[in-house]
Nanobody
Framework: QVQVVESGGGLVQPGGSLSLSCAAS????????MGWHRQAPGKQRELVAS???????TILDSVRGRFTISRDYAQNTVNLQMSNLKTEDTAVYYC??????????????????WGKGTLVTVSS
């Protein structure tokens, strides 16, 4: 069993800041990538930012310079620091983890696990 739990969403005014956190737990043996995706109403889910085990980061162009992703390898957590938020950043933000998991002789390799999402609303 693998659990991916997000926290930190909420309502913020345009220009404000918000920090999201995600923790992965369970029978995890190796994490390759941790990241954040978002889905706005009526739109497809898109990758916002990700970070690999080699510390390689990918950032969506529209949030570059405003969002920062960081990871705690010991705690299996990933954070997304968002600043200068815009109304178009309003979406449900989902944490994604690509990992090797399993125990007791049953293993899965490079599986994707998702959190349930946390809502970020940017509005005045």
């Amino acid at each position: 069993q693998v659990q991916v739990v997000e926290s930190g969403g909420g309502l913020v005014q345009p220009g404000g800041s918000l920090s999201l956190s995600c923790a992965a737990s369970g029978s995890i043996s190796n994490i390759y990538v941790m990241g954040w995706h978002r889905q706005a109403p009526g739109k497809q889910r898109e990758l916002v930012a990700s970070i690999t085990s080699a510390d390689i980061k990918t950032i969506l162009d529209s949030v570059r310079g405003r969002f920062t992703i960081s990871r705690d390898y010991a705690q299996n957590t990933v954070n997304l620091q968002m600043s200068n938020l815009k109304t178009e950043d309003t979406a449900v933000y989902y944490c994604n983890v690509e990992a090797d998991t399993g125990s007791g002789g049953t293993y899965q390799y490079r599986r994707n696990y998702w959190g349930k999402g946390t809502l970020v609303t940017v509005s005045s």
